[in-house]
């Protein structure tokens, strides 16, 4: 006799949540059995935001923010241009930084930083179009906004020495951050003062 199983879309179901970052088997399986059987988890609402989702957000051409057309509303903003440009790992570092309401310039989302042991070098990361930008845009400061932790560092580096020859004065937030802490997890007092505290990058 053959072991019961769960039924097919169960582990349909399955199969997909442990395709997200983070999501073992047993939170799949979790997660699954509340999205079959709560009351409130409204699964059609979820399948429904997710191809919504999956339709219209694209990344902005120029910086890597979101946006639902070809560049993200800070782009489009005329009034940001000629100014600071911002470069982090993620875009979801973008907001934190928007909400401090201090800085009025534009980002460039790198898509990560260097991490050689995850096979991730310099081709990997959107460095190339920073450049190509840099040229067209001539900014009057390049902040960058990186983690403090080592991977971070090692990115900061790597970027001073690349942009040091563009002759735009290179700057590096101040690290009053969480030891090991992305910009996403810091408040926005603390986020002002580091920018506000930015200092000279020395090659
Ligand atoms: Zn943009």
Redesign the pocket.
Same mark, same amino acid.
Do not use: L
């Given at each position: 006799m053959k072991p019961a199983d769960y039924p097919e879309p169960f582990h349909d179901l399955v199969r997909e949540l442990r395709r997200l970052p983070g999501v073992g088997p047993r939170s799949a399986e979790r997660i699954a059995l509340w999205l079959a059987s709560a009351k409130d988890a409204r699964p059609l609402d979820l399948a429904q935001a997710l191809r919504h989702a999956a339709e219209n957000l694209r990344s %902005?051409?120029?910086?890597?923010?979101f946006?639902t057309e070809e560049?993200?509303e800070? %782009?489009r903003d005329e009034t940001r241009a000629g100014g600071e440009i911002c470069v982090v790992e993620q875009a979801t570092d973008i907001l934190p930084l928007e909400r401090t309401a201090f800085f009025h310039g534009?980002?460039h989302v790198l898509g990560g930083r260097l991490a050689p042991l995850d096979h991730v070098g310099p081709e990997q990361l959107r460095i190339g179009e920073l450049l190509a930008r840099i040229k067209i845009e001539q900014p009057r400061e390049i902040i960058l906004a990186l983690s403090a932790d080592v991977e971070g560092e090692a990115t900061t580096n790597y970027l001073a020495e690349i942009l040091t020859p563009a002759g735009i004065p290179l700057t590096r937030i101040a690290h009053g951050l969480p030891a090991g802490g992305g910009l996403e997890h810091a408040d926005p007092l603390t986020l002002q003062r580091a920018l506000s505290g930015r200092n000279p990058v020395r090659v």
């Open positions: %902005c051409q120029t910086c890597g923010f946006c560049f993200c800070i %782009c534009r980002y």
